[in-house]
């Protein structure tokens, strides 16, 4: 991977090339050092990234802003509902069953 940063071009890593050990670091970083008005953007993230061995603070924010978008991505399709049709279109002959027993059940 190879990008420009401020006219110099230098490698950069991919997103999804973090150790556990690496996110650990990075979560309990950001619960150390929360957004607030006394600290300004970069001194917070450079407080970060001190915390996350191997990661500069462009690597940090970049992670973070990666999370957040596949969270957001995540949550606008779990909350997307299902119709009853479609759930009984993948319906198995097991749930089948269990279904009409319930209903059975409920009559």
Partial sequence: YQRR?????????????????????LETALRQHPANESTSTTERWAKISEHVPGKSKSECVARFKHIVK???ATNVSSSTSVSYTHLRAHETPEHLVCRLLLEKKKK
């Fill in 70 to 72: 596949n969270v957001q």
């Fill in 5 to 25: 940063v401020r006219g110099k071009q230098r490698a950069s890593m991919p997103i999804d090339d973090w150790s556990q050990e690496q996110q650990r670091a």
